[in-house]
């Protein structure tokens, strides 16, 4: 990586400013070889997918994104779903403090960060709901609009949100593969959606998601890339809102390639969240130098999937 190449240098050049060289040290000896690793692995996938942009909200996407019968966002309709009597999403670790510094990545369709394990070396996991199996962490990243729409990919009866985020984990069963390997799999990942509605002032404090949303001007050009320090959990991601209604279903990834490898857990509450906060998304740029908004794919057919849901 650069940026650590970047940063020995700047040590050797400013060894007398003492404060600054630390953070470069703890830079250098803090991403471990493991998260690296796990950062080529999100990189290779970006790459993988090819070139793809959002100017047709992915009407335009071809292979299984075009051909696919379980595909993701959809419309998630109380009065059509399951009613369904299922055990709550369960959390491990989630309250644990992960390895930092965590690396937060524009890589031009969205706000990347790859999540290592905690300071004990586990990863934060979730069973239950209708998951086939414990799935642990990977990464997380936003789907958002613009100053004047709605960004959110799935929609709950009809109605849009201002963004998605995605908390993405992969099936134990596939410790041995990548993401994007696990991805050939329908039991390969599990997506946790939580839906944010912009609100004019802050409600509560937010501590790790501002973390993340106060790190977005340090990453306008695509490509480009921050760091964030100092404690961090999965479960501050979820700030308060109740995990036990949800809506499950099997679908897709809802980027190209479009893997219909997905149990989708997608939570009823909406998280309260200042608009001033969620215009930071409105000013990262593509890699075509354009703002990178409206970043949702369309709404995409059931095709007689079953819709369950989880109530309190
Ligand atoms: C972060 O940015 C630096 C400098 O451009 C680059 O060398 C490095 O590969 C980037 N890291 C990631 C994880 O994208
Ligand atoms: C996974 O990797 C471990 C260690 O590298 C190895 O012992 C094990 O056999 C592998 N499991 C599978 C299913 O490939
Ligand atoms: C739709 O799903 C139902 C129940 O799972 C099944 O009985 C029916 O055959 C399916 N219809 C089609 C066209 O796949
Ligand atoms: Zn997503």
Known sequence: MNLLKHC?????????????????????????????????????????????????????????????????????????????????????????????????????????????????????????????????????????????????????????????????????????????????????LAVLGVMFRARPRPISQHYGLNKVFNALPRIIPYQSNTTITGMFNVGQLLGNIVTGEFYTYQGSLTTPDCAESVTWTVFKDVLDYPNAQIAKLWNLQDSRSRPLINTYRELQDINNRTISFRQL
Not at 126 to 143: D, M, N, Y
């Open 8 to 188: 020995k240098d700047f040590r050797l050049m400013h060894l007398h400013l003492l404060a600054l060289s630390f953070a470069c040290v703890l830079a250098d000896f803090e991403l471990t070889a493991e998260y690296l690793s796990d950062l080529k692995a999100d990189e290779a996938l970006e790459i993988a997918a090819g070139e793809y942009n959002y100017d047709n909200q992915g009407n335009d996407w071809t292979g299984t994104c075009a051909s696919g019968q379980k595909q993701s966002p959809i419309d998630l309709i109380y009065d059509d779903a399951d009613v369904v009597s299922i055990p709550r999403i369960r959390f491990q670790n989630y309250n644990q403090q992960l390895q930092t510094p965590l690396v937060l990545v524009n890589n031009g369709h969205t706000a990347n960060m790859v999540l290592p394990p905690t300071r004990r070396g586990e990863r934060a996991s979730i069973s239950g709901g209708l998951l086939p199996g414990v799935f642990e962490a990977q990464s997380v990243h936003f789907h958002w609009g613009s100053a004047n729409s709605k960004g959110s990919e799935h929609a709950i009866n009809f109605e849009r949100y201002d963004v998605e985020m995605h908390i993405v984990h992969k099936n134990t069963r596939y410790a041995n593969l990548s993401v994007g390997e696990a991805s050939a799999f329908s039991d390969g």
